[in-house]
Protein backbone atom coordinates (compact mmCIF):
# COMPACT_ATOMS: atom_id res chain seq x y z
CA UNK A 1 0.00 0.00 0.00
CA UNK A 2 1.28 3.80 -1.17
CA UNK A 3 -0.03 6.06 1.26
CA UNK A 4 0.45 9.71 -0.35
CA UNK A 5 0.99 12.23 2.59
CA UNK A 6 -0.08 15.71 2.83
CA UNK A 7 3.33 18.18 2.92
CA UNK A 8 1.63 19.98 5.00
CA UNK A 9 0.26 17.16 7.35
CA UNK A 10 0.91 18.03 11.36
CA UNK A 11 2.07 16.00 13.97
CA UNK A 12 -1.50 15.13 15.18
CA UNK A 13 -2.28 14.08 11.74
CA UNK A 14 0.64 11.41 11.45
CA UNK A 15 0.37 10.33 14.81
CA UNK A 16 -2.97 9.16 14.25
CA UNK A 17 -2.36 7.74 10.56
CA UNK A 18 0.98 5.93 12.55
CA UNK A 19 -1.50 4.74 14.96
CA UNK A 20 -4.11 3.09 12.73
CA UNK A 21 -1.40 1.53 10.92
CA UNK A 22 -0.34 -0.16 13.92
CA UNK A 23 -3.59 -0.98 14.73
CA UNK A 24 -3.97 -3.19 11.70
CA UNK A 25 -0.50 -5.03 12.25
CA UNK A 26 0.82 -2.81 9.04
CA UNK A 27 4.49 -1.92 9.03
CA UNK A 28 5.42 1.11 7.40
CA UNK A 29 8.26 2.82 6.13
CA UNK A 30 9.01 6.67 5.36
CA UNK A 31 10.03 7.69 1.81
CA UNK A 32 10.68 11.26 1.10
CA UNK A 33 11.18 11.97 -2.54
CA UNK A 34 12.26 15.49 -4.62
CA UNK A 35 8.66 15.76 -5.43
CA UNK A 36 6.40 13.69 -2.31
CA UNK A 37 6.22 12.13 0.48
CA UNK A 38 5.07 8.65 1.36
CA UNK A 39 4.59 5.83 3.25
CA UNK A 40 5.07 2.75 1.76
CA UNK A 41 2.60 -0.09 4.19
CA UNK A 42 2.99 -3.77 4.39
CA UNK A 43 0.69 -6.18 5.64
CA UNK A 44 -1.77 -9.38 4.97
CA UNK A 45 -4.95 -7.98 7.57
CA UNK A 46 -7.82 -7.28 5.25
CA UNK A 47 -9.27 -3.74 6.26
CA UNK A 48 -11.77 -0.81 4.96
CA UNK A 49 -9.10 1.03 2.45
CA UNK A 50 -11.41 3.90 3.27
CA UNK A 51 -10.54 3.99 6.99
CA UNK A 52 -7.29 5.19 5.90
CA UNK A 53 -8.04 7.10 2.71
CA UNK A 54 -10.53 9.47 4.31
CA UNK A 55 -8.04 10.72 7.64
CA UNK A 56 -6.73 13.83 7.47
CA UNK A 57 -3.08 14.60 6.48
CA UNK A 58 -3.60 11.78 3.21
CA UNK A 59 -3.40 13.18 -0.22
CA UNK A 60 -4.25 9.52 -1.86
CA UNK A 61 -3.96 5.76 -1.08
CA UNK A 62 -3.09 2.59 -3.34
CA UNK A 63 -3.07 -0.34 -3.07
CA UNK A 64 0.07 -2.26 -4.95
CA UNK A 65 0.57 -5.96 -4.80
CA UNK A 66 3.76 -6.02 -6.64
CA UNK A 67 6.71 -6.56 -4.63
CA UNK A 68 8.07 -2.95 -5.93
CA UNK A 69 5.63 -0.41 -5.14
CA UNK A 70 6.55 3.09 -6.45
CA UNK A 71 7.82 2.28 -9.55
CA UNK A 72 4.53 0.50 -10.42
CA UNK A 73 2.25 1.48 -12.85
CA UNK A 74 -0.60 0.39 -10.47
CA UNK A 75 -0.94 3.42 -8.60
CA UNK A 76 0.26 5.93 -11.41
CA UNK A 77 -1.15 5.34 -14.69
CA UNK A 78 0.23 8.86 -16.02
CA UNK A 79 3.88 8.08 -17.41
CA UNK A 80 6.76 9.59 -15.79
CA UNK A 81 8.62 12.57 -17.58
CA UNK A 82 12.27 13.28 -16.88
CA UNK A 83 12.97 16.87 -17.75
CA UNK A 84 16.70 17.85 -17.92
CA UNK A 85 15.66 20.99 -18.63
CA UNK A 86 16.42 23.14 -21.92
CA UNK A 87 13.49 21.41 -23.41
CA UNK A 88 15.22 18.47 -22.99
CA UNK A 89 12.29 15.33 -21.96
CA UNK A 90 12.38 11.86 -21.71
CA UNK A 91 9.28 9.53 -21.80
CA UNK A 92 5.40 10.78 -21.92
CA UNK A 93 5.38 11.09 -25.04
CA UNK A 94 8.83 12.64 -25.50
CA UNK A 95 11.53 11.20 -27.27
CA UNK A 96 14.99 10.88 -26.33
CA UNK A 97 18.31 10.36 -28.53
CA UNK A 98 21.59 9.88 -26.69
CA UNK A 99 24.76 9.19 -28.99
CA UNK A 100 28.41 9.30 -28.26
CA UNK A 101 31.50 7.06 -28.16
CA UNK A 102 32.01 3.99 -25.32
CA UNK A 103 34.86 5.65 -23.71
CA UNK A 104 35.68 9.62 -23.57
CA UNK A 105 39.23 9.12 -24.90
CA UNK A 106 40.75 12.67 -25.50
CA UNK A 107 40.04 16.33 -25.95
CA UNK A 108 39.63 15.95 -30.09
CA UNK A 109 37.06 12.93 -30.06
CA UNK A 110 35.59 15.05 -27.87
CA UNK A 111 34.81 17.82 -29.55
CA UNK A 112 34.53 16.04 -33.11
CA UNK A 113 31.41 14.00 -31.21
CA UNK A 114 30.25 17.41 -30.04
CA UNK A 115 30.10 18.99 -33.35
CA UNK A 116 28.64 15.75 -34.65
CA UNK A 117 25.76 15.62 -32.04
CA UNK A 118 25.15 19.71 -32.28
CA UNK A 119 25.10 19.19 -36.15
CA UNK A 120 22.20 15.96 -35.93
CA UNK A 121 20.26 18.22 -33.12
CA UNK A 122 21.27 15.47 -30.54
CA UNK A 123 20.82 16.63 -27.53
CA UNK A 124 22.55 14.09 -25.19
CA UNK A 125 25.98 12.42 -25.50
CA UNK A 126 26.75 9.46 -24.10
CA UNK A 127 30.16 8.63 -23.09
CA UNK A 128 32.62 6.80 -19.88
CA UNK A 129 34.88 8.51 -18.40
CA UNK A 130 35.43 5.03 -15.49
CA UNK A 131 35.28 1.86 -17.59
CA UNK A 132 34.30 -1.23 -15.81
CA UNK A 133 36.51 -3.89 -18.29
CA UNK A 134 36.10 -7.56 -18.15
CA UNK A 135 39.92 -7.40 -18.30
CA UNK A 136 42.23 -5.38 -15.90
CA UNK A 137 44.48 -4.66 -19.02
CA UNK A 138 42.11 -3.10 -21.14
CA UNK A 139 41.53 0.84 -20.84
CA UNK A 140 39.77 1.76 -18.35
CA UNK A 141 38.76 5.28 -18.58
CA UNK A 142 40.26 9.23 -17.95
CA UNK A 143 38.21 9.78 -14.43
CA UNK A 144 37.46 12.84 -13.45
CA UNK A 145 39.87 14.90 -15.69
CA UNK A 146 38.25 13.14 -19.02
CA UNK A 147 34.57 14.09 -17.30
CA UNK A 148 35.62 17.83 -17.07
CA UNK A 149 36.88 17.97 -20.71
CA UNK A 150 33.57 16.29 -21.14
CA UNK A 151 31.76 18.72 -19.63
CA UNK A 152 32.85 22.35 -21.02
CA UNK A 153 32.98 20.96 -24.48
CA UNK A 154 29.09 19.84 -24.01
CA UNK A 155 28.33 23.31 -22.51
CA UNK A 156 29.35 25.17 -24.97
CA UNK A 157 26.50 23.61 -27.34
CA UNK A 158 23.74 23.04 -24.50
CA UNK A 159 24.22 19.11 -24.91
CA UNK A 160 23.44 16.94 -21.53
CA UNK A 161 25.69 14.13 -20.09
CA UNK A 162 25.31 10.96 -19.57
CA UNK A 163 27.76 8.82 -18.45
CA UNK A 164 28.44 5.99 -15.65
CA UNK A 165 29.51 5.55 -12.03
CA UNK A 166 30.37 2.57 -10.65
CA UNK A 167 30.98 3.12 -6.81
CA UNK A 168 29.58 5.79 -4.18
CA UNK A 169 32.56 7.59 -3.59
CA UNK A 170 32.67 8.64 -6.97
CA UNK A 171 29.43 10.29 -6.89
CA UNK A 172 29.92 13.41 -5.05
CA UNK A 173 32.49 14.50 -7.50
CA UNK A 174 31.19 13.51 -10.39
CA UNK A 175 28.05 15.77 -9.53
CA UNK A 176 28.39 18.79 -10.90
CA UNK A 177 29.45 17.61 -14.71
CA UNK A 178 26.58 15.09 -15.23
CA UNK A 179 23.11 15.44 -15.89
CA UNK A 180 22.16 11.78 -15.72
CA UNK A 181 23.92 8.88 -14.03
CA UNK A 182 24.36 5.99 -15.74
CA UNK A 183 24.33 2.27 -13.79
CA UNK A 184 25.77 -0.06 -15.82
CA UNK A 185 24.72 -4.01 -16.19
CA UNK A 186 27.70 -5.06 -13.96
CA UNK A 187 26.06 -2.62 -11.05
CA UNK A 188 22.92 -3.39 -11.19
CA UNK A 189 22.37 -5.13 -7.78
CA UNK A 190 25.10 -2.85 -6.22
CA UNK A 191 22.24 -1.81 -3.80
CA UNK A 192 24.95 0.92 -1.89
CA UNK A 193 24.80 2.57 -5.46
CA UNK A 194 21.55 2.17 -6.18
CA UNK A 195 21.00 3.67 -2.07
CA UNK A 196 23.36 6.24 -3.02
CA UNK A 197 22.10 7.51 -5.86
CA UNK A 198 18.36 7.66 -4.44
CA UNK A 199 20.02 10.91 -2.52
CA UNK A 200 20.84 12.86 -4.74
CA UNK A 201 18.59 15.18 -6.99
CA UNK A 202 19.67 13.46 -10.64
CA UNK A 203 18.35 11.65 -13.29
CA UNK A 204 19.45 7.72 -13.02
CA UNK A 205 19.31 5.22 -15.84
CA UNK A 206 19.83 1.92 -14.73
CA UNK A 207 20.76 -0.57 -17.16
CA UNK A 208 19.27 -4.68 -17.03
CA UNK A 209 21.92 -6.86 -15.42
CA UNK A 210 23.65 -8.97 -17.74
CA UNK A 211 21.36 -12.05 -16.49
CA UNK A 212 18.91 -9.38 -14.84
CA UNK A 213 14.84 -10.36 -15.13
CA UNK A 214 12.41 -7.51 -15.45
CA UNK A 215 11.55 -7.85 -11.81
CA UNK A 216 15.10 -7.88 -11.10
CA UNK A 217 15.49 -4.34 -12.78
CA UNK A 218 12.17 -2.93 -11.32
CA UNK A 219 13.74 -3.85 -8.31
CA UNK A 220 16.33 -1.81 -8.70
CA UNK A 221 14.48 1.30 -9.84
CA UNK A 222 12.43 0.60 -6.38
CA UNK A 223 15.96 1.02 -4.03
CA UNK A 224 16.67 4.28 -6.11
CA UNK A 225 13.23 5.64 -5.59
CA UNK A 226 12.44 4.38 -2.06
CA UNK A 227 15.89 6.56 -0.98
CA UNK A 228 14.25 9.52 -2.51
CA UNK A 229 14.96 10.00 -6.16
CA UNK A 230 11.64 10.10 -8.68
CA UNK A 231 13.64 10.19 -11.91
CA UNK A 232 14.71 7.09 -12.60
CA UNK A 233 14.93 5.32 -16.61
CA UNK A 234 15.14 1.76 -17.77
CA UNK A 235 17.41 0.73 -20.06
CA UNK A 236 17.45 -2.71 -21.91
CA UNK A 237 20.51 -3.19 -23.08
CA UNK A 238 20.44 -7.41 -23.99
CA UNK A 239 20.31 -10.45 -21.77
CA UNK A 240 23.37 -13.20 -21.80
CA UNK A 241 22.10 -15.88 -23.38
CA UNK A 242 23.44 -19.23 -24.92
CA UNK A 243 23.55 -17.99 -28.45
CA UNK A 244 27.19 -16.72 -29.36
CA UNK A 245 26.52 -15.28 -32.90
CA UNK A 246 26.45 -11.90 -31.34
CA UNK A 247 26.90 -10.13 -27.84
CA UNK A 248 23.95 -9.98 -26.34
CA UNK A 249 20.54 -11.13 -26.92
CA UNK A 250 18.73 -7.71 -27.00
CA UNK A 251 15.01 -8.21 -25.36
CA UNK A 252 12.66 -6.79 -27.00
CA UNK A 253 10.21 -8.04 -25.11
CA UNK A 254 11.07 -6.44 -22.29
CA UNK A 255 10.12 -2.46 -23.78
CA UNK A 256 6.16 -3.21 -23.83
CA UNK A 257 6.48 -5.22 -20.36
CA UNK A 258 8.33 -2.67 -18.58
CA UNK A 259 6.26 -0.15 -19.99
CA UNK A 260 3.23 -2.08 -18.86
CA UNK A 261 4.87 -2.93 -15.65
CA UNK A 262 5.54 0.45 -14.88
CA UNK A 263 5.30 5.05 -15.45
CA UNK A 264 9.32 4.85 -15.87
CA UNK A 265 10.56 5.76 -19.05
CA UNK A 266 12.13 2.43 -20.88
CA UNK A 267 15.55 3.77 -23.22
CA UNK A 268 16.54 0.50 -25.69
CA UNK A 269 20.39 0.03 -25.91
CA UNK A 270 20.85 -1.77 -29.58
CA UNK A 271 24.99 -1.29 -29.41
CA UNK A 272 25.33 -3.51 -26.61
CA UNK A 273 22.15 -5.61 -27.33
CA UNK A 274 23.67 -7.02 -30.34
CA UNK A 275 27.25 -5.86 -30.10
CA UNK A 276 27.50 -6.27 -33.73
CA UNK A 277 27.77 -2.82 -35.76
CA UNK A 278 25.84 -3.93 -39.26
CA UNK A 279 22.82 -4.74 -37.02
CA UNK A 280 22.78 -1.89 -35.03
CA UNK A 281 20.78 0.20 -37.07
CA UNK A 282 18.30 -2.70 -37.42
CA UNK A 283 17.74 -3.14 -33.55
CA UNK A 284 17.50 0.55 -33.32
CA UNK A 285 14.30 0.85 -35.47
CA UNK A 286 13.28 -2.43 -33.95
CA UNK A 287 13.27 -0.58 -30.30
CA UNK A 288 11.39 2.28 -31.49
CA UNK A 289 8.74 0.13 -32.79
CA UNK A 290 8.52 -1.62 -29.33
CA UNK A 291 7.71 1.39 -28.01
CA UNK A 292 11.17 2.93 -25.96
CA UNK A 293 10.90 6.45 -25.24
CA UNK A 294 14.81 6.68 -26.37
CA UNK A 295 17.97 5.01 -27.95
CA UNK A 296 21.18 4.69 -26.48
CA UNK A 297 23.81 4.61 -29.60
CA UNK A 298 27.62 4.32 -29.52
CA UNK A 299 29.47 6.51 -32.31
CA UNK A 300 32.54 6.77 -33.31
CA UNK A 301 34.75 9.08 -35.72
CA UNK A 302 36.88 6.12 -36.54
CA UNK A 303 35.13 3.16 -34.80
CA UNK A 304 38.12 1.03 -36.04
CA UNK A 305 40.71 3.10 -33.79
CA UNK A 306 37.98 3.54 -30.21
CA UNK A 307 39.90 1.99 -27.21
CA UNK A 308 36.94 -0.07 -26.33
CA UNK A 309 33.54 -1.27 -28.20
CA UNK A 310 34.30 -0.57 -31.70
CA UNK A 311 33.16 -3.67 -32.98
CA UNK A 312 29.50 -2.20 -32.24
CA UNK A 313 30.52 1.59 -32.45
CA UNK A 314 28.42 3.36 -36.02
CA UNK A 315 30.93 5.66 -38.10
CA UNK A 316 29.50 9.14 -37.89
CA UNK A 317 28.45 8.73 -41.48
CA UNK A 318 26.00 5.58 -40.24
CA UNK A 319 24.77 7.53 -37.46
CA UNK A 320 23.71 10.11 -39.53
CA UNK A 321 21.80 7.50 -41.78
CA UNK A 322 20.11 6.40 -38.93
CA UNK A 323 19.46 9.21 -37.22
CA UNK A 324 17.78 10.27 -40.35
CA UNK A 325 15.76 7.11 -40.17
CA UNK A 326 14.90 7.50 -36.56
CA UNK A 327 13.44 11.12 -37.03
CA UNK A 328 11.11 9.54 -39.40
CA UNK A 329 10.31 6.65 -37.60
CA UNK A 330 9.51 8.46 -34.24
CA UNK A 331 7.09 11.26 -36.50
CA UNK A 332 5.52 8.24 -38.12
CA UNK A 333 4.47 6.45 -34.61
CA UNK A 334 3.15 9.61 -34.04
CA UNK A 335 0.19 8.47 -36.30
CA UNK A 336 -0.40 5.58 -35.26
Not at 160 to 175: A, G, R, W
Request: include cysteine; charged fraction near 25%.
Amino acid sequence: MIIQIEKNISDKQYKNLIEKLDSINYKYTNVSTQFQDYLIAIGKQDFDIRSIGSMEGVKDLHRVSDNYKLVSRKWKVQETIIDLGDNVKIGGGHFALMAGPCSIEGEEQIEDTVEHLHKNNIKIMRGGVYKPRSSPYSFRGLGLDGLKLFYNACKTKGIKIITEVMQVSQIDNMLDYVDIFQVGARNAQNFNLLDALGKIDKPVLLKRGISGTIDELLQAAEYVFSSGNEKILLCERGIRSFEKSYRNTLDLNAVPVLKDKSHLPVIVDPSHGIGVRKHVEKMALAGIMAGADGLIIEVHSSPEKAFSDGQQTLSFTEADSLYRKINKLVELKKSF
